[in-house]
């Protein structure tokens, strides 16, 4: 009995031991968060910090960043002479800003008519009307009146729309329905308009039977100015141009295109009636260093973050991104595929930000290598991941064969290449196909033109002996050995070291 109890007491003592080893871990566990963050909860401040900086840096990758080049300040200063004399003194006018996209010249426009309600007090006192037209989104000249005439034509019902009357007018002058052509409905009592003259007849209406005095300014912002000017009568330049001489209502128009020869695609009647003022921008970001710059920017919290041990500890993981090797030349890669724009460097720091999780609640090299990887996709590799594995081998051979200095080849080099290579690797699960298989998979590889003759178009039944070029780039059969999953480590070697 007594050694009974003795073994009772040694088992009972054990497992108060274990009990205590867990609470002592459970409670260093608890009371210790990520790189010495506190938390009660068990993880719940990482969390909440993490929360909030996700929510900080998408909302600000949400905007693009205003540029502050010599070129983009000189556009903001003319941009603001032009809307302000209209909205206070009531002039008239027109501008055309051309640039590359990616170049600013939304992102400009809509920073000039921001500064202007919040910062000057004459144009919140007047007042102005904002129409915005879009040459992808209403893509023609009907559409766009018809846009137009249902943004500050309350009394206006236009064939095609839903007939709601949520929307508030912004404008007060609705004089235009007078037209022997336009039929007032008896039922609802609305001006119906229909085709596309009618529209600009009574937008003409309208506009005139305001005065420069009392009339509210119109400032329409026309993005890709360039699809109205190759529709046939170039009906809504000629109705937002001619507006502009007839002293009634005032109007600002500001275009915005890509195109360089904008103002030779307009009519005569359109072309005697601009402006002919034009501001020019071009990519802000074009050096790869304030590239750089912009991506470390992008990924910085606020200095007025609450929570400053995970800002630091954020801070830390973020320094070592914009400085890596790998990082740099995809960031390289990216810089010269999107021609300096910066959306696709903010799509690869939203996707990069938004895969955060609280085990992992850092942004470090592997997430923006990630997210870089998932934006570009090179056709010839996806479509070379759908070979077979003897069709892989047959472009490795010309591959290492065209680094020795082999090009162009012949069937017949390329598979005297390929068999060498494989009765030397039998042993170790390299098959050896025979040569008509062989050729039946080269010949898959001319139908995708992967593999193309050097003279003459590429048939069915071309020689064994025809010279032959190939297609795929000697980088793109790097990538593709990374990518491939069913290739032997020893193919992989071997194209790896391109058959030395």
């Given at each position: 009995?007594?050694?009974?109890?003795?073994?009772?007491?040694?088992?009972?003592m054990?497992?108060s031991?274990?009990?205590?080893?867990?609470?002592?871990?459970?409670?260093?566990?608890?009371?210790?968060?990520?790189?010495?963050?506190?938390?009660?909860?068990?993880g719940s401040?990482?969390?909440?910090?993490?929360?909030?900086a996700?929510?900080?840096l998408?909302?600000?990758?949400?905007?693009?960043?205003?540029?502050?080049?010599?070129?983009?300040?000189?556009?903001?200063?003319?941009?603001?002479?032009?809307?302000?004399?209209?909205?206070?003194?009531?002039?008239?006018?027109?501008?055309?800003?051309?640039?590359?996209?990616?170049?600013?010249?939304?992102?400009v426009?809509?920073?000039?008519?921001?500064?202007?309600?919040?910062?000057?007090?004459?144009?919140?006192?007047?007042?102005?009307?904002?129409?915005?037209?879009?040459?992808?989104?209403?893509?023609?000249?009907?559409?766009?009146?018809?846009?137009?005439?249902?943004?500050?034509?309350?009394?206006?019902?236009?064939?095609?729309?839903?007939?709601s009357?949520?929307?508030?007018?912004?404008?007060?002058?609705?004089?235009?329905?007078?037209?022997?052509?336009?039929?007032?409905?008896?039922?609802?009592?609305?001006?119906?308009?229909?085709?596309?003259?009618?529209?600009?007849?009574?937008l003409?209406?309208?506009?005139?039977?305001?005065?420069?005095?009392?009339?509210?300014?119109?400032?329409?912002?026309?993005?890709?100015?360039?699809?109205?000017?190759?529709?046939?009568?170039?009906?809504?330049?000629?109705?937002?141009?001619d507006?502009?001489?007839?002293?009634?209502?005032?109007?600002?128009?500001?275009?915005?295109?890509?195109?360089?020869?904008?103002?030779?695609?307009?009519?005569?009647?359109?072309?005697?009636?601009?402006?002919?003022?034009?501001?020019?921008?071009?990519?802000?970001?074009?050096?790869?260093?304030?590239?750089t710059?912009?991506?470390?920017?992008?990924?910085?919290?606020?200095?007025?973050?609450?929570?400053?041990?995970?800002?630091?500890?954020?801070?830390?993981?973020?320094?070592?991104v914009?400085?890596?090797s790998?990082?740099?030349?995809?960031?390289?890669?990216?810089?010269?595929?999107?021609?300096?724009?910066?959306?696709?460097?903010?799509?690869?720091?939203?996707?990069?930000?938004?895969?955060?999780?609280?085990?992992?609640?850092?942004?470090?090299?592997?997430?923006?290598?990630?997210?870089?990887?998932?934006?570009?996709?090179?056709?010839?590799?996806?479509v070379?991941?759908?070979?077979?594995?003897?069709?892989?081998?047959?472009?490795?051979?010309?591959?290492?064969?065209r680094?020795?200095?082999?090009?162009?080849?012949?069937?017949?080099?390329?598979?005297?290449?390929?068999?060498?290579?494989?009765?030397?690797?039998?042993?170790?699960?390299?098959?050896?196909?025979?040569?008509?298989?062989?050729?039946?998979?080269?010949?898959?590889?001319?139908?995708?033109?992967?593999?193309?003759?050097?003279?003459?178009?590429?048939?069915?039944?071309?020689?064994?002996?025809?010279?032959?070029?190939?297609?795929?780039?000697?980088?793109q059969?790097?990538?593709?050995?990374?990518?491939?999953?069913q290739l032997?480590?020893r193919?992989e070697?071997?194209?790896?070291?391109?058959?030395?």
């Amino acid at each position: 009995n007594s050694a009974l109890h003795s073994k009772v007491a040694t088992c009972t003592m054990a497992q108060s031991e274990k009990r205590a080893k867990k609470t002592v871990i459970g409670t260093a566990t608890t009371a210790v968060a990520v790189d010495g963050m506190q938390s009660t909860d068990n993880g719940s401040d990482v969390e909440r910090a993490l929360a909030l900086a996700k929510k900080e840096l998408l909302s600000r990758l949400l905007s693009a960043p205003i540029p502050n080049t010599p070129t983009h300040r000189e556009a903001s200063v003319r941009l603001t002479q032009v809307i302000r004399s209209g909205i206070v003194h009531g002039d008239s006018n027109s501008i055309i800003v051309v640039g590359p996209r990616g170049s600013g010249k939304t992102t400009v426009i809509n920073n000039v008519l921001r500064r202007l309600q919040e910062e000057d007090a004459d144009v919140r006192s007047r007042g102005f009307v904002l129409v915005e037209l879009n040459g992808i989104v209403q893509t023609d000249d009907v559409k766009a009146l018809k846009e137009m005439a249902r943004t500050f034509l309350p009394d206006v019902e236009v064939e095609g729309d839903s007939g709601s009357e949520d929307d508030e007018p912004l404008a007060t002058s609705t004089a235009a329905a007078t037209s022997s052509s336009i039929s007032k409905p008896e039922a609802t009592g609305k001006v119906r308009l229909g085709s596309g003259p009618e529209t600009a007849r009574a937008l003409r209406n309208a506009l005139r039977s305001g005065t420069k005095d009392q009339s509210k300014c119109i400032v329409v912002v026309v993005e890709e100015l360039d699809v109205y000017a190759h529709t046939g009568q170039q009906t809504l330049l000629y109705t937002l141009f001619d507006q502009l001489q007839s002293g009634t209502t005032p109007m600002v128009v500001i275009g915005t295109t890509c195109r360089l020869d904008v103002h030779q695609l307009f009519e005569k009647r359109v072309a005697s009636r601009f402006s002919n003022q034009q501001l020019h921008l071009f990519n802000a970001f074009h050096d790869f260093d304030l590239y750089t710059q912009l991506l470390h920017s992008m990924l910085q919290l606020p200095s007025d973050f609450p929570y400053k041990q995970f800002a630091a500890a954020w801070s830390d993981k973020c320094s070592g991104v914009d400085t890596n090797s790998t990082v740099l030349r995809e960031l390289q890669t990216l810089h010269n595929v999107s021609t300096s724009d910066i959306r696709p460097l903010q799509k690869v720091c939203w996707l990069a930000i938004a895969s955060t999780t609280a085990a992992q609640p850092y942004v470090d090299l592997s997430l923006i290598y990630k997210a870089q990887q998932s934006q570009g996709c090179d056709a010839k590799i996806q479509v070379l991941l759908g070979c077979s594995s003897l069709e892989l081998c047959l472009i490795i051979a010309m591959n290492n064969l065209r680094y020795q200095g082999h090009d162009p080849v012949n069937f017949e080099l390329v598979y005297h290449n390929y068999e060498v290579f494989a009765l030397g690797a039998k042993r170790e699960s390299v098959d050896l196909f025979r040569k008509p298989i062989a050729w039946k998979a080269f010949e898959h590889l001319l139908e995708l033109e992967l593999v193309k003759p050097v003279e003459g178009k590429a048939q069915v039944e071309c020689s064994t002996f025809q010279s032959m070029t190939l297609l795929v780039a000697d980088q793109q059969v790097q990538q593709l050995l990374n990518q491939s999953g069913q290739l032997s480590t020893r193919v992989e070697f071997w194209g790896k070291a391109h058959g030395l």
